[in-house]
């Protein structure tokens, strides 16, 4: 990427970080913290839903420090039970486990001088968030099924997709650790909060897929942008990149129209549920109440979630059944790991 002169608005906030794509203040914002932090060794929590970037913007703090010429190793923390997790993050000696046929080097061995990037912080057990913790302090640890202490230089950057002090306050996720962790928080905005880059990531993507699949489509109907820019997103960057994928293979044509969008892009059919936070109750009641959906009164005890539990349960019930109850497929279309799926079907008793 050609890199080009600061303009005087510029010289606070910085330019667009490499791989980023944005200009409005909500992502100006974003690189003038990720450039600021990534100068320093502390911890970084990195906050926002499914799909807003938090892995490239883990790179960037990398990339831009004085480690940008070490490793950078990603562990997605939800897509492993927890002995293996324990194994992947620290290693384990021959003979630890069935299964451990030889000696195996841990991520954070693997990322000494460097950063380790933990996607989905959250999914990690009580067990597992000790050793974290012990890590992030002490910086040393040992190999499962070992007793010698291995130190390590490695920079931690975490990232979350749920509210950890939600999850703290629910003792689902230690408070020291939340702590140690959140010394730098970098909060990555929904694309709906910030509808102004739309064109600018649109433009972005056409180039890519255009390139990628030997295709030219360079224009955008006035009415499509249109319908992008008042989309709610709710799977972010990462489902507009989807679309505009999947519009530039389909084009008969130069330009992507409304009818190469899908129809809930058209507002046509409602978006899919995400994990927006409900913050109006008595809207969700109400719209319980259209759907079938009643529950008790206003004033029983944990009304809030009991309501959010029912949804949750038909919402997977229903995304099962269209799955034909694969796990891994529902899972991917849930926005949630396997393992919190497993465990959401056992809770709700949904098993068969």
């Known amino acids: 990427m050609t890199q080009v002169p600061l303009r005087r608005d510029q010289e606070e906030t910085g330019p667009p970080i490499p791989g ?10 974003v690189y003038r913290i990720t450039r600021q932090v990534a100068k320093s060794n502390a911890s970084v929590l990195l906050l926002g839903e499914t799909g807003t970037g938090k892995e490239l913007i883990s790179k960037a703090i990398h990339v831009l420090s004085h480690r940008g010429s070490g490793p950078f190793v990603r562990v997605n923390c939800g897509a492993l039970a927890e002995n293996l997790l324990e194994s992947e993050l620290f290693g384990h000696v021959r003979g630890s486990f069935t299964g451990a046929v030889n000696n195996r080097t841990g991520r954070f061995e ?3 001088t460097g950063t380790v990037f933990l996607d989905e912080i959250n999914s990690t057990t009580a067990k597992l968030q000790v050793k974290l913790l012990r890590v992030l302090q002490e910086h040393e640890f040992e190999r499962v099924g070992d007793t010698q202490t291995i130190r390590v230089d490695t920079r931690v950057v975490a990232a979350s997709n749920r ?3 939600e999850e703290v306050a629910n003792n689902r996720f230690r408070e020291d ?9 970098i909060f990555l905005p929904p694309l709906r909060e910030r509808r102004e880059d739309i064109p600018e990531l649109v433009g ?11 295709r030219h489509v360079p224009h955008v109907d006035h009415e499509a942008m249109e319908a992008l820019i008042a989309y709610s997103w709710p799977g972010n960057v990462r489902e507009l990149q989807n679309y505009i994928e999947r519009a530039v293979v389909l084009a008969p044509g130069d330009e992507l129209t409304c009818d190469l969008l899908p129809e809930t892009v058209l507002g046509r059919r409602p978006p899919r549920i995400g994990r927006q936070r409900v913050a109006d109750l008595e809207t969700l009641t109400s719209e319980l109440v259209e759907y079938g959906l009643e529950t008790a009164g206003p ?6 979630a009991k309501i959010v539990s ?8 229903q995304v099962m059944a269209a799955c034909d109850s694969v796990q891994v497929k529902a899972a991917t279309r849930l926005g949630i790991n396997r393992n919190t799926l497993h465990k959401k079907l056992k ?3 949904l098993e068969k």
């Open 299 to 304: 004033q029983e005890d944990n009304l809030h």
């Open 163 to 165: 509210d950890l002090l």
């Open 204 to 214: 972005h993507f056409l180039k890519v897929y255009n390139e990628a699949n030997n």
């Open 177 to 185: 650790l939340y702590y140690r962790l959140n010394v730098v928080t």
């Open 20 to 29: 980023l794509i944005g200009s409005g203040p909500a992502m100006q914002e």
């Open 110 to 112: 693997a990322a000494h």
């Open 310 to 317: 029912r949804v949750e349960r038909e919402l997977i019930a």
């Open 347 to 349: 809770e709700y008793g």
